[in-house]
């Protein structure tokens, strides 16, 4: 393996309360750099390949200024900055520089990383010449020599466009399929996607039971998870007679609170609907209760909250002419 990749992610205020398992799962893919860059302080042993960077959030608005000092930047809370991730090439490039990396990327501080270089492998990554890997925020990495894509036009889109996205307070997407992504494909990009049957488990938001996004076939069976040190992450589905085992290169729990009811140092545990669970907590539990759906409380209170916190005309309108927008792009 000769291509070296970092991941960055800045990240800022309290991390998820099972963050010290995300290090646990940086831990074993020694063959990706993972830059933090944080105004927490960590105390837990942390492994080689994770780098971190004690910063405020001051410290990267005044970097973003200045690097875009043509722009009346909008950058007014660590959220925003989802939208300018796909920068970040150009951003962190002296980061890029030191760290000597030929694919430069984002990711998520709310997943459980498998064993992301297996994939690689099986995809021949190391011996093509990809332009870009992934297709959503939560993990995306691209050749160095793409660190400008985010500067193209290829329609007339708004939503699209860097200058207007890093211009407006609200949030865009940028990062995701329909901004960057759609922005590389126009370009004719080399990509390595996972359109088709994604390596990764999504996790629905909406939904108490782990069920995924619709771009997975089996996206509709209940399911968990096992982690261990040594093999990375098993999905495992049920579809009412057969249980099938699936590797996977991550796990994202997005907006879910997440009991951890294991000791941090455990080599081996089990992800079910909102736990983190051991060994022999698995062994002890009616699994097929486990995985029966039910009413989940948590997303709707932490929806309405949302909406309190954010509630506004202009918030409104956004959030109403960017739905129309996403609905005719997967139509």
Same mark, same amino acid.
């Given at each position: 393996?000769?291509?070296?990749?970092?991941?960055?992610?800045?990240?800022?205020?309290?991390?998820?309360?099972?963050?010290?398992?995300?290090?646990?799962?940086?831990?074993?893919?020694?063959?990706?750099?993972?830059?933090?860059?944080?105004?927490?302080?960590?105390?837990?042993?942390?492994?080689?390949?994770?780098?971190?960077?004690?910063?405020?959030?001051?410290?990267?608005?005044? =970097? @973003?200024?200045? %690097?875009? +000092?043509?722009?009346?930047? #909008?950058?007014?809370?660590?959220?925003?900055?989802? $939208?300018?991730?796909?920068?970040?090439?150009?951003?962190?490039?002296?980061?890029?520089?030191?760290?000597?990396?030929?694919?430069?990327?984002?990711?998520?501080?709310?997943?459980?990383?498998?064993?992301?270089?297996?994939?690689?492998?099986?995809?021949?990554?190391?011996?093509?010449?990809?332009?870009?890997?992934?297709?959503?925020?939560?993990?995306?990495?691209?050749?160095?020599?793409?660190?400008?894509?985010?500067?193209?036009?290829?329609?007339?889109?708004?939503?699209?466009?860097?200058?207007?996205?890093?211009?407006?307070?609200?949030?865009?997407?940028?990062?995701?399929?329909?901004?960057?992504? =759609? @922005?590389?494909? %126009?370009? +004719?990009?080399?990509?390595? #996607?996972?359109?088709?049957?994604?390596?990764?488990? $999504?996790?629905?938001?909406?939904?108490?039971?782990?069920?995924?996004?619709?771009?997975?076939?089996?996206?509709?069976?209940?399911?968990?998870?096992?982690?261990?040190?040594?093999?990375?992450?098993?999905?495992?589905?049920?579809?009412?007679?057969?249980?099938?085992?699936t590797p996977k290169i991550y796990v994202h729990l997005q907006k879910r609170n997440m009991d951890v009811k294991i000791n941090q140092f455990s080599k081996e545990y089990y992800i079910i609907p909102n736990e983190f669970i051991s060994t022999d907590q698995f062994h002890q539990i009616d699994l097929?209760?486990?995985?029966?759906?039910?009413?989940?409380?948590?997303?709707?209170?932490?929806?309405?909250?949302?909406?309190?916190?954010?509630? #506004?005309?202009?918030?409104?309108?956004?959030?109403?002419?960017?739905?129309?927008?996403?609905?005719?792009?997967?139509?």
């Amino acid at each position: 393996m000769n291509k070296k990749i970092g991941l960055f992610l800045p990240y800022f205020g309290k991390f998820p309360n099972y963050f010290r398992l995300w290090i646990k799962s940086v831990a074993i893919n020694p063959e990706i750099q993972f830059i933090l860059i944080t105004d927490q302080n960590l105390t837990a042993t942390l492994p080689s390949n994770l780098r971190v960077i004690k910063k405020e959030f001051k410290d990267i608005q005044r =970097l @973003i200024k200045n %690097k875009f +000092n043509k722009l009346d930047i #909008s950058l007014d809370s660590p959220y925003k900055l989802c $939208d300018f991730r796909p920068a970040y090439g150009y951003i962190f490039d002296n980061l890029i520089e030191k760290y000597g990396l030929d694919y430069w990327g984002f990711c998520d501080p709310d997943v459980i990383w498998g064993r992301i270089s297996e994939f690689l492998k099986k995809k021949s990554f190391y011996e093509k010449n990809y332009d870009k890997v992934g297709y959503l925020g939560h993990f995306q990495f691209f050749s160095v020599k793409e660190k400008m894509l985010f500067t193209e036009i290829i329609d007339d889109e708004k939503f699209r466009n860097y200058k207007y996205v890093f211009t407006h307070k609200y949030a865009y997407h940028f990062d995701e399929e329909i901004g960057i992504g =759609l @922005i590389a494909k %126009k370009k +004719n990009l080399n990509i390595l #996607s996972f359109e088709d049957e994604p390596p990764y488990a $999504d996790i629905l938001i909406n939904s108490y039971q782990c069920y995924t996004y619709k771009n997975a076939s089996d996206f509709s069976l209940p399911r968990y998870f096992n982690w261990n040190e040594q093999y990375g992450l098993t999905q495992v589905t049920y579809d009412g007679c057969i249980y099938k085992m699936t590797p996977k290169i991550y796990v994202h729990l997005q907006k879910r609170n997440m009991d951890v009811k294991i000791n941090q140092f455990s080599k081996e545990y089990y992800i079910i609907p909102n736990e983190f669970i051991s060994t022999d907590q698995f062994h002890q539990i009616d699994l097929s209760k486990t995985l029966q759906d039910q009413f989940y409380l948590d997303f709707y209170v932490n929806k309405i909250e949302k909406l309190i916190k954010k509630f #506004s005309i202009g918030q409104i309108k956004h959030t109403y002419h960017f739905q129309k927008l996403l609905n005719s792009y997967y139509k």
